[in-house]
């Protein structure tokens, strides 16, 4: 059911390694080649210039060994990378070397867990990078750590050592010029209303839930889908949504209540108070208040009785023809198609109290699992003089999508890179943009930054016209933007507790909100049954903890 709809915005960054890989690495604790050790200290040896980095690339790419932009630096630096990097069986192949202590002296773009960063990093497969972590040796890294120091929380593994530089691609509102840098997930369902309809209709655009209410019974009761767009009688669907998607859910209405159960990536409906505290929203009366009153307009036939079961297609093909009122996505024209120019976005609405509160969230975290230096690299100082250069945003802007005049073609006239479009690149190199993409990305320890967009490369267009309406719009309706980080880093124990609970927790809230909505409820019996389940068979208790000594961590480290 909790399903994300980000595969436009969200970019691979790495290689994913096969779920619940084990290894036993009994003899990979050092090959005795260097001097390397955990002990804080950095290794001061540049002799080594030849190096083998093991790693992912994409399944367009045809290798490393010909890329313009890693040959120069390598130049830049005087040393020589022996690629061995591939798009399939890499998991394999991986096991492999480790297990036989047959290391390369890197991994790139493999996409370690935490779990396998620090089981490699205590017995020394892989080493500590946090004493390189200077401007004496990793300049452009140290400085970004220095300004975004929640992205040295996010790899800062609980012994307080860095296993693996970071990677993440940060699009926010910074990338369009706004002081303040909310990330284009802050608020990740925009809801809509046919202002047409409210117009034929005589009525306002809804500031309250109880004014949506009374529009959507309007809709309902002049059938008016039929009636202003010709479609068959008794078509209009009042409203419609996903159950708990990423974009196109019901949860931005609950807001009214004092929350928004986002779909995320920690745990759906865990939220951070001001105060610091971590607390489930799902066992709070106001979410049972909240299911209580949306089952009064699922039984009134306001909102979509398909609303669990209907695909994101055939959700986006009813409201593009024209058959409902009220919807939830990013963008009014993609949603609604001919008839876009009628809908207008809702505002945030207030609740039965007069109130209401939207639990914001972060962007997609920061993976460390992109590059760690193994026990065998005599130079780690020289290999990071070479990886440090991937954090130049001229550099990464190339890494990610293709070198300058092949993908970026010239600077516009706010001297910012544009990429090659649609067209030019058909013509040019008779193949789409995506797939030029996909043929020059460099998988590994790539950071984006928001700003970014606003001094080296120029956003999509798309991207630029949701930041806009996130800023221009929806945040001027958020009155805290404290939220839990996605990057928290957690011990083996905390891991193996999240694996125990977290997915019949979820599943638990989830069939629970589903059935209350559709069938009423709960009474008080069934409240107290649900919140004792949710205690002692879904360890609730138990995640909170882990959450909070996480997070707890996670400002520590700052």
């Known amino acids: 059911m909790r399903k994300k709809r980000d595969q436009f915005w969200k970019k691979t960054v790495s290689a994913a390694l096969t779920a619940g890989m084990v290894l036993s690495l009994a003899a990979c604790g050092g090959s005795g080649k260097s001097a390397n050790k955990n002990d804080g200290t950095p290794n001061d040896d540049t002799s080594q210039t030849e190096f083998e980095i093991m790693g992912g690339m994409g399944a367009l790419s045809s290798g490393y060994e010909d890329n313009v932009v890693l040959n120069q630096l390598q130049e830049d630096t005087g040393i020589s990378i022996d690629w061995n990097c591939m798009s399939d069986s890499l998991a394999e192949q991986v096991n ?56 040295l929380s996010a790899i800062t593994m609980e012994d307080g050592a860095v296993y693996g530089l970071p990677a993440a691609e940060k699009m926010g509102t910074a990338g369009i010029g706004s002081e303040d840098d909310y990330s284009i997930y802050t608020i990740p369902q925009f809801s809509m209303i046919n202002k047409a309809w409210l117009d034929e209709l005589g009525l306002e655009v809804p500031t309250t839930l109880d004014e949506l209410h009374e529009a959507l019974v309007a809709f309902k009761e002049n059938d008016m889908s039929a009636t202003y767009y010709g479609n068959d009688p008794g078509s209009t669907i009042p409203m419609s949504t996903g159950f708990d998607q990423w974009c196109w859910g019901q949860n931005i209405f609950y807001a009214g209540f004092g929350f928004t159960n986002w779909i995320n990536d920690v745990c759906n409906d865990l939220v951070l108070g001001d105060d610091g505290k971590v607390d489930f929203v799902c066992a709070k009366d106001e979410y049972r208040e909240a299911l209580t009153y949306f089952h009064d307009w699922f039984a009134e036939g306001l909102m979509d009785p398909e609303m669990f079961s209907q695909t994101d297609p055939q959700y986006m093909a009813k409201c593009s023809q024209g058959y409902v009122g009220v919807g939830t996505w990013w963008y009014i024209e993609e949603l609604m198609g001919e008839h876009a120019d009628d809908y207008v976005f809702l505002p945030v609405l207030d609740g039965p109290d007069g109130t209401h509160h939207v639990t914001v969230r972060t962007g997609g975290g920061t993976n460390s699992g992109n590059l760690s230096i193994t026990s065998a690299c005599e130079s780690p100082a020289a290999l990071l003089e070479f990886f440090d ?16 005049d092949v993908y970026f073609t010239g600077k516009d006239e706010n001297g910012l890179w544009e ?16 797939e030029l993409k996909g043929e020059n990305e460099v998988y590994g320890p790539k950071l984006i930054l928001s700003d970014y967009y606003n001094t080296t490369f120029k956003m999509e267009d798309r991207a630029i016209e949701r930041l806009t309406d996130l800023q221009d719009y929806w945040m001027q309706f958020v009155d805290s933007t404290v939220t839990y980080p996605v990057d928290c880093v957690y011990t083996e124990k905390e891991l193996e507790t999240i694996d125990q609970y977290k997915t019949d927790f979820e599943n638990t809230v989830a069939e629970n909100e589903g059935l ?28 909170l903890t882990v959450y909070q000594d996480a997070y707890d961590r996670y400002t520590a480290a700052q």
């Open 419 to 434: 990429s090659i479009t649609e067209d030019e690149c058909q013509e040019k190199y008779g193949k789409s943009a995506g």
């Open 389 to 404: 250069k991937w954090y130049d945003p001229e550099i990464v802007m190339q890494l990610q999508y293709g070198p300058i």
């Open 516 to 543: 209350w909505i559709k069938e009423g409820g709960p009474t008080d019996e069934e409240w107290e049954d649900y919140l004792t389940t949710l205690r002692e068979s879904c360890g609730m208790d138990k995640l």
């Open 96 to 151: 492999i070397r480790i297990a036989g202590g047959d290391l390369p002296d890197a991994f790139m773009g493999v996409g370690f867990s935490n779990y396998d960063l620090m089981r490699y990093g205590k017995d020394g497969t892989f080493i500590d990078l946090k004493p390189y972590l200077t401007e004496e040796y990793m300049p452009n890294l140290a400085k970004i750590l220095k300004e975004n120091p929640d992205i």
